[in-house]
């Protein structure tokens, strides 16, 4: 029997992929259904919640890779199962304050936007922003219950083994789950889409990205599950995607390059939307993002000798 026995395309041993009417796309994921018999567990919740709904009886666990909205918004569809977060991000629920260190609010518009924030997601009342999850009322709901520590390492949901692969990059404390018997990895936001790699949060970081990118393939993996879009892959096809994803972030350092060469200053770097197109910048949060990811950039090259010192 090869691995691959027993895929249906949405299928792998005890674990059913969950696509959802979005196919994962953001702000929605993929989500997983680990069934190990006394214990069930849904991983990343998520896809829509038509699809997720018809679990909500079953599931006594949620185990959220990492804290982002597109993993956790359907966490409040599960009232009665444990949250399971990484030992690095737990905190993160249900102290928003928290959430707001890592994904840049703090650091951005400071303690009164973190306090603003957190009254507009617990209020409800406010408008959606245009292209974020930003004010959207399920980052209150569904940080309610505190989460428990999954440890990074070995781990099961009942009968099933599973390894929580650390990759800090995209968050510091992303787990990708790694199902050694089924020879399958989840890699959440290690996601290979053609946006590129997100780490523009606070506690992004690029070069970890890269690292635990390229460690994925180390594992003793056939199948590659995306957290966005991409869905199911071989090995070899995700291994020989890898470097043109990774790639982006060179395309990102040369385009910053070429704009300080044409005079522009380090501080008006975001006016020409390194990251993100500028017509989205409306949105509060992309313009942070594309703030704090641009200055990782640059701290990088400067790192390299390729900025001059300040
Ligand atoms: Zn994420």
């Known amino acids: 029997m090869t691995r691959q026995a027993g895929l249906d395309g949405r299928r792998l041993g005890p674990v059913t992929v ?84 890592k994904l840049g609010i703090q650091e951005i518009y400071g303690d009164a936007g973190v306090a603003e924030w957190i009254r507009a997601v617990a209020a409800g009342t406010s408008p959606p922003a245009p292209f974020s999850p930003a004010f959207r009322p399920e980052w209150w709901f569904s940080t309610r219950v505190p989460a428990e520590a999954y440890p990074y390492g070995e781990f099961a949901i009942g009968s099933v083994r599973m390894v929580m692969v650390h990759s800090p990059g995209h968050t510091a404390g992303l787990a990708c789950p790694f199902f ?10 290690i996601d290979l889409t053609r946006f590129g790699p997100w780490y523009f949060g606070t506690d992004g970081d690029i070069d970890a990205f890269i690292r635990s990118s390229r460690a994925l393939l180390a594992l003793d993996a056939e199948w590659y599950l995306t957290g966005h879009e991409e869905g199911l892959l071989r090995r070899s096809e995700f291994a020989e995607r890898l470097e043109g994803y990774l790639a982006i972030i060179d395309k990102r350092d040369r385009r910053i390059l070429d704009l300080l060469g044409q ?28 703030t704090l990811g641009t200055r990782k950039h640059v701290a990088r090259l400067r790192a390299r000798g390729l900025v001059g010192r300040r």
Not at 32 to 52: C, H, N, Q, R
Not at 180 to 189: I, M, N
């Open 180 to 189: 050694p018997e089924e020879g399958l990895v989840y890699t959440a936001d």
């Open 18 to 101: 969950i696509f959802g009417a979005s196919g994962g796309v953001f702000p929605h994921c993929v989500s997983l259904l680990v069934d190990g018999g006394t214990e069930k567990a849904v991983i990343d919740p998520g896809a829509d919640a038509e699809a997720l709904r018809r679990w909500a009886r079953v599931v006594t666990r949620i185990l959220n890779t990492h804290y982002h909205f597109d993993h956790i918004h359907g966490n409040r569809l599960f009232p009665n199962a444990t949250v399971m977060l990484n030992q690095v991000e737990q905190e993160c629920f249900p102290r928003l304050e928290s959430v707001a260190g």
């Open 263 to 290: 005079g522009v200053s380090e501080e008006r770097l975001t006016d020409h939307g390194v990251l993100y197109p500028t017509r989205y910048h409306v949105d509060p949060w992309v313009r942070m993002w594309d």
